[in-house]
């Protein structure tokens, strides 16, 4: 079947340090990759995605590759900000079956000044 | 920017009572979802809906039911809520389905 495993948070960071998400998938096919944020008391909202292998999304200094070899979709981001403070999401969207996404657990960011 | 509402943002509730959460979109998007999101952030899909008269069930079994009656407007109904119906609500419509937009969420409180 398919499913999404995240790295389990929750994450705190200092300003300016360096980010890492690790996000691997189970899917049939070659499925579109995505990376969602949900800000504190909002809904979720797209941040970047990808949708062939080798492809990079990239938004807000926010950057990952899809890994063909690996099922991997691990997000980066080279100098957090407090304003990063959030739940990311990695998703996927197979390409069979019904028309609908496939979360992860989430993972919840806290950068500190 | 998308347009996706949801009413109420709060709503603290006895049990028993009947609820109704709305969802409204003006994007036009065919593609509408549900979702229950746990305090531990998980998401679970509830309902979704191709289209005008068509609903079907998600990944997680619940007790609330959903019409399509127009293109924009998606309602979730609870008949008669129960404290284990606690919970964030989220909506979500999309017009390719691989791309969807949420709204703000309705947190539910059922006493």
């Known amino acids: 079947g398919n499913s999404v495993t995240q790295m389990e948070g929750p994450v705190t960071l200092s300003e300016e340090a360096f980010l890492t998400i690790n996000c691997t998938y189970t899917a049939t096919g070659y499925p579109s990759l995505f990376w969602y944020v949900q800000y504190p008391g909002e809904g979720l909202q797209l941040l970047l995605k990808a949708t062939k292998a080798d492809d990079k999304g990239s938004n807000k200094g926010f950057e990952a590759t899809y890994r063909k070899e690996t099922t991997s979709f691990h997000l980066e981001k080279g100098s957090v900000q407090v304003s990063d403070s959030a739940v990311y999401f990695c998703?996927?969207?197979?390409?069979?079956?019904?028309?609908?996404?496939?979360f992860g657990q989430g993972t919840r960011l806290t950068i500190n000044p | 920017e998308a347009d996706i509402y949801q009413t109420p943002r709060y709503l603290v509730i006895g049990t028993g009572k009947k609820i109704t959460l709305e969802c409204s979109q003006t994007m036009g998007h065919d593609k509408m979802y549900w979702y229950q999101q746990d305090p531990g952030m998980e998401l679970h899909l509830i309902h979704y809906?191709?289209?005008?008269?068509?609903?079907e069930k998600g990944d997680l079994s619940s007790e609330s039911t959903v019409s399509r009656i127009r293109t924009e407007h998606f309602p979730l109904t609870l008949e008669s809520a129960r404290p284990s119906h606690t919970s964030q609500y989220l909506c979500?419509?999309?017009?390719?389905?691989?791309?969807?937009?949420f709204g703000p969420g309705t947190r539910l409180l059922v006493l």
């Open positions: 998703a996927i969207a197979p390409r069979e079956g019904a028309q609908k996404l496939v």
């Open positions: 979500a419509s999309s017009g390719n389905w691989e791309t969807q937009y």
């Open positions: 809906s191709y289209g005008v008269n068509s609903t």
